[in-house]
């Protein structure tokens, strides 16, 4: 696959533009994207740049004055749990600049992503095209095309409808967001070893929270993601109390780098970007699993009619 000389994206014709710039080396990353922040500069419209912060000073060098009129996110920190980046990351920014059009350098997906968080990684791509549907934003993914797995940049060809390579820009043929998004929701492997299980429901959520904590503290964790912990097992453990039948299942156990957290009932979420809302005063729902993507590391769901599982993780 043949990578970016210059991310020159062609006049807009619709609201929301989300290219994949599949790049090729330093000098490949910099044609491909400080065009496309000058240009954004030149028009007016407010920059944000999220990408791997071992890429930040690169981009400002390249910038020169002009860096200081762009937001830079580390997207390795901000963007570690995937299912963070669209209400914490990309909406926090354009829903900043309601009056016209943004522009946004997201990359989510780099060398270095591990196997669990990729997913995760697709998923997020895949929903973009959702949560943006109609506005006037323009979000350019940078790929490495040297680095990545091909299986990677197929992927990113099916989540974007628009490539941008050595042969410019143009449509994606392999678009298909809602099947990738499908292919990569199979229900959750089951874990290695026996979890620790508790059994809540509105009797004992205090002891499911309880449980939680202790085992945050055993693992090491510090004080203060003792308390995230805590916060974002409640709001799991109390969605199954609103929503999931008014029960559910608390899982502990400790899975490569990761302390995991899972609840599951029989509930059933139908709003694929579930999580991803931004926090608002009159916000229906959601709100719970909001918190959880905003304290966890990473998060994985499941849902089906009939039952749904939510996992936190932890980095140990």
């Known amino acids: 696959m043949s990578s970016a000389s210059s991310a020159q994206v062609r006049p807009v014709t619709e609201p929301f533009v989300h290219p994949a710039l599949f790049y090729r080396g330093v000098q490949g ?27 930040l000073p690169l981009l400002r060098s390249e910038l020169g004055d002009s860096a200081a009129q762009v937001r830079w996110v580390d997207m390795a920190q901000a963007g570690r749990n995937p299912g963070w980046i669209i209400p914490g990351v990309l909406r926090g920014f354009a829903d900043a600049h309601p009056d016209g059009r943004v522009r946004i350098i997201g990359q989510p997906i780099w ?15 895949a929903l973009i095209n959702l949560a943006f549907t109609g506005r006037a934003v323009t979000i350019l993914c940078p790929y490495d095309a040297d680095e990545l797995h091909p299986r990677v940049l197929a992927d990113a060809a099916a989540t974007h409808p628009l490539l941008i390579d050595d042969d410019g820009e143009h449509h994606s043929a392999a678009y298909a967001p809602e099947d990738i998004r499908e292919t990569y929701d199979p229900p959750l492997a089951e874990p290695d070893g026996r979890p620790v299980l508790l059994a809540f429901d509105e009797t004992n959520l205090g002891q499911a929270r309880a449980l939680a904590a202790e085992h945050a503290r055993r693992a090491g964790l510090a004080a203060d993601r003792v308390m995230d912990v805590e ?18 299942s608390l899982r502990v156990w400790s899975q490569d780098v990761y302390l995991v957290f899972e609840v599951q009932d029989t509930g059933f979420i139908s709003d694929p970007l579930v999580g991803r809302h931004p926090l608002t005063l ?14 966890s590391d990473l998060v994985r769901m499941h849902t089906r009619p009939g039952g749904t599982t939510v996992r936190a993780h932890f980095v140990l």
């Open 29 to 55: 990353y910099l044609a491909g994207t400080v065009p496309f922040i000058r240009e954004g500069l030149k028009l007016g419209e407010p920059v944000a740049v999220a990408v791997p912060g071992r890429n």
């Open 111 to 125: 060398p270095g992503r591990s196997e669990d968080e990729y997913p995760a990684c697709v998923q997020h791509e």
């Open 231 to 248: 916060l974002a097992v409640n709001e799991m453990a109390a969605n199954s109390l609103a929503h999931g039948g008014g029960a559910g």
């Open 282 to 295: 009159d916000m229906a729902g959601g709100r719970g699993v909001l918190v959880v993507n905003q304290l």
